[in-house]
T-cell receptor, first 114, second 113 residues
Framework: DQQVKQNSPSLSVQEGRISILNCDYT??????FLWYKKYPAEGPTFLIS?????DKNEDGRFTVFLNKSAKHLSLHIVPSQPGDSAVYFC?????????????FGKGTKLSVIP | GAGVSQTPSNKVTEKGKYVELRCDPI?????LYWYRQSLGQGPEFLIY????????DSGLPNDRFFAVRPEGSVSTLKIQRTERGDSAVYLC???????????FGPGTRLTVL
């Protein structure tokens, strides 16, 4: 049973427009959420994170929103650039000792069209 | 090196063979993680180490999989009697501490024929 779900396998956006990537989770024990970006033949690289005590975290062009009651988070990229084209993984981490592993979604492939 | 390195980058083996996959973490990182990414899936947790000991191996799929980290730095993931279903990219990550950001290596692509 998938505890972290990214229901859109792919997304295409025009350069300069907003990209919105969505993620849902089912495990209420998750309290820290991360977005990773992955280029082909490379490992995932950390992009941005959010703690469950917050509902928004911003870093430059990237903003992550968390709706804890809906168990939903989203990543906004504004403005989108061709170099943002990659696979984006949503990941979640539990609280307390023994919960350090990340649980990932299946990823969303973002294509930014020049 | 500056990042996590993994060797080999690609490994092709035959069903039933034994393979070892190596991970060199970032210097000074005490925590090390192994994940497996099958085609069309996100990375799935296998095992993590804090220092030399396996703190959590609950993600290992069966007893054909084993990992060691004898000196608290380099780790080796060992797979016995490989099966075609073991084909995947095996990712290693390290972090300064267990609650810190995980940095991933480029992965080893394992193909079992």
């Amino acid at each position: 049973d998938q505890q972290v779900k990214q229901n859109s396998p792919s997304l295409s956006v025009q350069e300069g427009r907003i990209s919105i990537l969505n993620c849902d989770y089912t495990n209420s024990m998750f309290d820290y959420f991360l977005w990773y970006k992955k280029y082909p033949a490379e490992g995932p690289t950390f992009l941005i994170s959010i703690s469950s005590i917050k509902d928004k975290n911003e870093d430059g062009r990237f903003t992550v929103f968390l709706n804890k009651s809906a168990k939903h988070l989203s990543l906004h990229i504004v403005p989108s650039q061709p170099g943002d084209s990659a696979v984006y993984f949503c990941a979640a981490q539990g609280s307390g000792a023994g919960s350090y592993q990340l649980t990932f979604g299946k990823g969303t492939k973002l294509s930014v069209i020049p | 090196g500056a990042g996590v390195s993994q060797t080999p980058s690609n490994k092709v083996t035959e069903k039933g063979k034994y393979v070892e996959l190596r991970c060199d973490p970032i210097s000074g990182h005490t925590a090390l993680y192994w994940y497996r990414q099958s085609l069309g899936q996100g990375p799935e947790f296998l095992i993590y180490f804090q220092g030399t000991g396996a703190a959590d191996d609950s993600g290992l799929p069966n007893d054909r999989f084993f990992a060691v980290r004898p000196e608290g730095s380099v780790s080796t993931l060992k797979i016995q009697r490989t099966e075609r279903g073991d084909s995947a990219v095996y990712l290693c990550a390290s972090s300064f501490g267990l609650a810190s950001e995980q940095f991933f290596g480029p992965g080893t692509r394992l193909t079992v024929l």
